[in-house]
């Protein structure tokens, strides 16, 4: 019981300093915006320094929000009916950005039609999340495999890479909150810039809610793949 209370009052707390730092975060990039519009171009690098890591910090409060609301049972999933291969696809589009400018190629192998009742915004995330780090692991020239399939009652979605692993001591701990492997094995910034080590949990937790899961099938030093299974919701 007492715990119990101090968990939630721990938690009320965490909720309140996130929403005051997101509320501060918001407020330092609206003024470098500005700045930079302004601004004689010698300090234009500078701030732009300025404008990139209040990027990375907004990207990592709202990661840490996330988590929060959803460890205090506060993240309705809002969810529509929609086809899982058509936002796979829209969303490997959102990361071939990153994914030209490393000269690493996306290939999406759709089975068929993929009908799904759930949270579409949540799901794009943990897709994304998946594609950013497969990505930042590849080397040139490198492909990255987006691949849905239906497996009686369940979806399975698999992500591979052709990079170089998550050494065999570090796989146990990836799905922790806030741990990252080593910095020199990912070769650039994601799609959501340097991430806090929080992608893969917030990706598991995503594929949870939905009564499935995300687990990592395969890593060596010829590639990693890992592997979301959803249950296809009664009447789908
Ligand atoms: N496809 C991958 N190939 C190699 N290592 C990976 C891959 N995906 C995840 N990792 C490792 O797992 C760690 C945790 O991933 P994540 O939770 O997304 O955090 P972040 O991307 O912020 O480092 C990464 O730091 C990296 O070491
Ligand atoms: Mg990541």
């Known amino acids: 019981m007492k715990i119990q209370i101090i968990d939630s009052v721990r938690l009320r707390l965490t909720l309140w300093y996130v929403s005051v730092l997101a509320v501060a975060l918001v407020a330092f990039s609206l003024v470098v915006y500005f700045l930079l519009a302004r601004t004689l171009y010698n300090r234009v690098d500078a701030i732009r320094m300025i404008d990139e890591q209040a990027r990375r910090l907004t990207r990592i409060v709202e990661d840490m929000f996330i988590l929060a609301r959803a460890d205090a049972g506060r993240y309705p ?37 993929a009908l799904f009742y759930g949270d579409e915004d949540l799901l794009r995330q943990m897709v994304l999340n998946l594609l950013d780090n497969a990505i930042k692991h590849t080397p040139t020239s490198g492909t990255v495999r987006l691949r849905v399939n239906r497996r009686s009652r369940e979806y399975l979605i698999e992500v591979s890479d052709t990079g170089a692993g998550i050494p065999a ?68």
């Open 77 to 113: 999933l809002r969810k529509t009916k929609f086809y899982l291969d058509e936002m796979i696809e829209e969303t490997a589009r959102t990361a071939s950005v990153l994914a030209s400018s490393n000269q690493v190629a996306i290939d999406i192998v759709n089975s068929s039609e």
């Open 169 to 236: 001591e570090a796989q146990p701990r990836i799905f922790e909150r806030f741990y990252r492997g080593d910095k020199a094995r990912s070769r650039s910034e994601g799609v959501n810039g340097s991430g806090a080590g929080l992608g893969l949990a917030i990706a598991r937790w995503i594929a949870e809610a939905h009564e499935g899961s995300l687990e990592l099938v395969r890593s060596d030093e010829i590639g990693t793949t890992f592997l979301v299974t959803l249950p296809i919701p009664n009447g789908g």
